[in-house]
């Protein structure tokens, strides 16, 4: 296999195109020009066809990492199945995707740029921004794909802050200020399961406003 052309992209900086015979196109990063001695004209032996095919599929998911990291934070099982995902036409995984994908979350780990144990915590604190309870956070770590071993210290954390002022107002805009029977308050305090608290911290706000009806 022979090399007919190496330029960098005039669209993304640090980005540079090698052309195969056979009108062949591939995408690498500067680096691998570098590491491979890519140059026009070199004949690629079999092993040097196959590290750079390697080499820029590695890059393109590396770009294609970052892009996604970008916009959101990712758990690394997620970003995984993001970059391993098949695209349009491929009825299989390509040979080699997958291990670069590990590769690639790999150096973000080691990077800083994809942490679960961070990722974890954020996801709890913003369940709980949005008036959900620890058994709501769980399910959601499970849908984000959090490993399990994080989600005791993220739990933990999110519990440090007192509940009772959003359950409190939770359940004073649900009953509207009044008096509350059997039926209403089985409705806040379903509403409020579903919304992932725990029975003993409903009972408690309910209990808590039933208190100021009886102080009347």
Same mark, same amino acid.
Do not use: N
């Given at each position: ?16 195109l ?19 001695g ?11 066809e ?15 990492a ?9 758990? /690394? #099982? $997620? %970003? ?5 995902? +098949?695209?349009?036409? *491929?009825?299989? @995984?390509?040979? !080699?995707?997958? &291990? ?14 994809l ?22 956070? /769980? #399910? $959601? %770590? ?5 490993? +399990?071993?994080?989600? *005791?210290?993220? @739990?933990?954390? !999110?519990?440090e &802050?007192d ?35 725990r ?5 408690a706000?309910?209990?808590?406003? +039933?208190?100021?009806? *009886?102080?009347?």
């Amino acid at each position: 296999m022979k090399l007919i052309k190496v330029v960098p992209s005039q669209r993304v900086q640090g980005r540079w195109l090698v052309h195969l015979e056979g009108e062949e196109l591939l995408r690498v990063e500067e680096g691998t020009v570098v590491e491979l001695g890519l140059r026009p004209g070199l004949e690629l032996t079999e092993e040097q066809e196959a590290a750079l095919r390697q080499a820029s599929e590695r890059d393109a998911l590396r770009e294609k990492a970052l892009s996604l990291l970008s916009r959101r934070s990712y758990s /690394r #099982q $997620e %970003l995984l199945d993001k970059l391993t995902a +098949r695209k349009k036409g *491929e009825s299989e @995984l390509p040979p !080699g995707r997958r &291990e670069a994908a590990e590769a690639v979350a790999g150096r973000l780990t080691e990077l800083g740029l994809l942490d679960d144990g961070v990722y974890a915590l954020a996801v709890a604190r913003h369940c709980a921004a949005k008036g959900y309870g620890p058994g709501r956070v /769980r #399910q $959601e %770590l499970y849908r984000r794909k959090v490993p +399990r071993e994080y989600w *005791e210290d993220a @739990l933990a954390q !999110g519990e440090e &802050e007192d509940a009772a002022p959003l359950l409190d107002a939770f359940v004073a805009k649900k009953l509207r200020g009044e008096a509350p029977d059997r039926a209403a308050l089985k409705r806040v305090s379903d509403a409020l399961a579903r919304r992932g608290y725990r029975w003993e911290d409903i009972s408690a706000a309910l209990e808590r406003y +039933r208190a100021q009806f *009886e102080e009347v």
